[in-house]
């Protein structure tokens, strides 16, 4: 895809006055963010790696990976047939973030779903029972991605001895000290609403669980979970998980009456919340309203989670809530949108986050039939955040001049390799002064160029890319140069979160 649609006379002008306005010096804000926070008409785009100004440390297992309760054995297979394609569709992302993704098992299931071995008849609001098989199904693959794993409990029971003894079951099931977290209800502030929709074949249902249910009823029910559950050197008990921001002005107040028990805080993000919403344009997934601003409008939970010492994980991420939309949700702007999240996100201090993933999900980052398991457009956003910010390196500032929309991040690890993800809106050519460095560049991209290469090398000081519109590309400069068109990811290390 080239420049919008126009005359010859039209486009030509276009042209011309990019080459004015990088000639003249115009340059977009320096950022730790990378910048691009303007739209440029031109397509040649100038970038600057600023290993000077520095950002955060990219943390253990940041990136992870968000399952509903009721997919998890749809996901893996049952206990005689598991779906080992699974795990090696998602190794990559292990390989490149040099350590573990994080799993957890949560979301609208999770308030639907309450630990029944023997099969005891459901209460009203219940719409899955877990036992043995459920849990060993979790354990088989969190014994193949090595992370911690966190998972939801069901709050709106109130039956915080339910919750304990399921959590203890899976302690003792899951791989030793795998269990690094449970989450105490999912988005508490939706109790009184109830929402069924239907995607790819899959009906989806979230009940009505309480019609009269506010913040006092949350800040009573989970103290007794809080209570239930706390144990010196168990897992961390995660508390918030809010829809929206209605209840966040309440949450200093309720940390306070809890004391020392909630070990962190959830957070949910979605580029678009509204489920009703209209669908926008692809331009719009991969704007800076959609990626940025929502990460921006996190401030005030992050400022409270500082505050009180906690930890807040985005534990459920992706493009749109209610399982995606078609077209959208599925589609390489989709990747572009991930990634630049996934990156805001790291930027504003949060501990991590979670992709947000069901049978039947228009946003799967994979699709499952039979015993394939297909990576798809999200997967790739994933991909190119964890090639471009290890566990570990740094984020560090970018400058973009032109590219008609190019935005660019970037950090530096230990060894003092520099990585720069470049993310095209539409197409573009990408010079990066190379300044000293005379080695080549080991190059990722998305979509994958059929014999493309796979590394640039500088020539006249610089190295050249030329990306598509609506593509990713990961630039790797070693401290030392190595072979040509050698970019082998981080050394992988077991996370100790």
């Given at each position: 895809?080239?420049l919008?649609?126009?005359?010859?006379?039209?486009?030509?002008?276009?042209?011309?006055?990019?080459?004015?306005?990088?000639?003249?010096?115009?340059?977009?804000?320096?950022?730790?963010?990378?910048?691009?926070?303007?739209?440029?008409?031109?397509?040649?785009?100038?970038?600057?790696?600023?290993?000077?100004?520095?950002?955060?440390?990219?943390?253990?297992?940041?990136?992870?990976?968000?399952?509903?309760?009721?997919?998890?054995?749809?996901?893996?297979?049952?206990?005689?047939?598991?779906?080992?394609?699974?795990?090696?569709?998602?190794?990559?992302?292990?390989?490149?973030?040099?350590t573990?993704?994080?799993?957890?098992?949560?979301?609208?299931?999770?308030?639907?779903?309450?630990?029944?071995?023997?099969?005891?008849?459901?209460?009203?609001?219940?719409?899955?029972?877990?036992?043995?098989?459920?849990?060993?199904?979790?354990?088989w693959?969190?014994?193949?991605?090595?992370?911690?794993?966190?998972?939801?409990?069901?709050?709106?029971?109130?039956?915080?001895?339910?919750?304990?003894?399921?959590?203890?079951?899976?302690?003792?099931?899951?791989?030793?000290?795998?269990?690094?977290?449970?989450?105490?209800?999912?988005?508490?502030?939706?109790?009184?609403?109830?929402?069924?929709?239907?995607?790819?074949?899959?009906?989806?249902?979230?009940?009505?669980?309480?019609?009269?249910?506010?913040?006092?009823?949350?800040?009573?029910?989970?103290?007794?979970?809080?209570?239930?559950?706390?144990?010196?050197?168990?897992?961390?008990?995660?508390?918030?998980?809010?829809?929206?921001?209605?209840?966040?002005?309440?949450?200093?107040?309720?940390?306070r009456?809890?004391?020392?028990?909630?070990?962190?805080?959830?957070?949910?993000?979605?580029?678009?919340?509204?489920?009703?919403?209209?669908?926008?344009?692809?331009?719009?997934?991969?704007?800076?309203?959609?990626?940025?601003?929502?990460?921006?409008?996190?401030?005030?939970?992050?400022?409270?989670?500082?505050?009180?010492?906690?930890?807040?994980?985005?534990?459920?991420l992706?493009?749109?809530?209610?399982?995606?939309?078609?077209?959208?949700?599925?589609?390489r702007?989709?990747?572009?949108?991930?990634?630049?999240?996934?990156?805001?996100?790291?930027?504003?201090?949060?501990?991590?986050?979670s992709?947000?993933?069901?049978?039947?999900?228009?946003?799967?980052?994979?699709?499952?039939?039979?015993?394939?398991?297909?990576?798809?457009?999200?997967?790739?956003?994933?991909?190119?955040?964890?090639?471009?910010?290890?566990?570990?390196?740094?984020?560090?500032?970018?400058?973009v001049?032109?590219?008609?929309?190019?935005?660019?991040?970037?950090?530096?690890?230990?060894?003092?390799?520099?990585?720069?993800?470049?993310?095209?809106?539409?197409?573009?050519?990408?010079?990066?002064?190379?300044?000293r460095?005379?080695?080549?560049?080991?190059?990722?991209?998305?979509?994958?160029?059929?014999?493309?290469?796979?590394?640039?090398?500088?020539?006249?000081?610089?190295?050249?890319?030329?990306?598509?519109?609506?593509?990713?590309?990961?630039?790797?400069?070693?401290?030392?140069?190595?072979?040509?068109?050698?970019?082998?990811?981080?050394?992988?290390?077991?996370?100790s979160?």
């Amino acid at each position: 895809m080239g420049l919008p649609d126009s005359t010859a006379r039209s486009a030509l002008g276009m042209v011309l006055i990019a080459a004015i306005a990088v000639a003249a010096g115009v340059v977009v804000a320096r950022h730790v963010d990378g910048g691009g926070s303007q739209r440029h008409t031109g397509a040649t785009a100038v970038v600057r790696i600023r290993t000077a100004a520095r950002g955060p440390v990219v943390p253990p297992s940041f990136l992870g990976l968000s399952i509903e309760w009721d997919s998890v054995v749809p996901y893996t297979g049952p206990r005689r047939d598991r779906r080992g394609a699974l795990p090696r569709v998602l190794a990559p992302l292990d390989r490149a973030q040099g350590t573990p993704l994080a799993l957890r098992i949560g979301g609208d299931t999770g308030d639907q779903a309450w630990w029944n071995p023997s099969g005891r008849p459901r209460p009203p609001t219940v719409l899955q029972d877990v036992g043995p098989g459920v849990l060993d199904a979790i354990a088989w693959l969190a014994r193949r991605l090595g992370g911690p794993v966190t998972l939801g409990l069901n709050l709106a029971l109130n039956d915080p001895a339910n919750a304990d003894a399921m959590a203890s079951e899976a302690r003792r099931r899951l791989p030793p000290g795998a269990l690094a977290a449970l989450e105490i209800g999912n988005e508490p502030d939706l109790y009184r609403r109830g929402h069924t929709f239907r995607r790819g074949g899959h009906l989806h249902r979230r009940l009505t669980k309480d019609a009269h249910y506010d913040v006092a009823t949350y800040a009573w029910q989970a103290d007794g979970y809080l209570r239930t559950l706390a144990r010196p050197a168990g897992p961390r008990l995660v508390v918030g998980g809010f829809a929206g921001p209605g209840w966040w002005p309440s949450l200093p107040r309720l940390l306070r009456g809890w004391g020392r028990r909630p070990g962190a805080l959830a957070a949910h993000l979605y580029a678009l919340p509204q489920c009703s919403a209209p669908t926008p344009s692809q331009d719009w997934l991969m704007s800076s309203a959609a990626s940025r601003d929502r990460v921006a409008g996190l401030r005030p939970l992050l400022a409270i989670a500082h505050r009180y010492g906690l930890p807040l994980r985005v534990d459920e991420l992706n493009s749109a809530a209610c399982g995606g939309r078609p077209h959208f949700s599925d589609s390489r702007a989709a990747a572009v949108w991930l990634t630049d999240t996934l990156f805001a996100i790291l930027r504003a201090g949060a501990a991590g986050a979670s992709v947000h993933t069901w049978r039947g999900a228009q946003y799967a980052p994979f699709a499952v039939t039979g015993s394939r398991v297909v990576a798809r457009p999200p997967l790739a956003g994933m991909l190119a955040f964890a090639r471009a910010a290890p566990s570990g390196s740094r984020l560090v500032a970018v400058d973009v001049r032109g590219g008609d929309g190019l935005r660019a991040w970037a950090t530096i690890d230990r060894s003092g390799a520099r990585r720069l993800a470049l993310l095209a809106r539409n197409r573009a050519r990408v010079t990066i002064p190379s300044g000293r460095r005379t080695g080549c560049a080991g190059v990722w991209r998305f979509p994958a160029r059929r014999g493309g290469p796979r590394c640039t090398c500088p020539q006249n000081r610089r190295y050249l890319l030329d990306l598509p519109a609506r593509s990713l590309a990961v630039v790797t400069f070693r401290a030392r140069a190595r072979a040509p068109c050698s970019s082998p990811g981080p050394t992988r290390r077991r996370s100790s979160s």
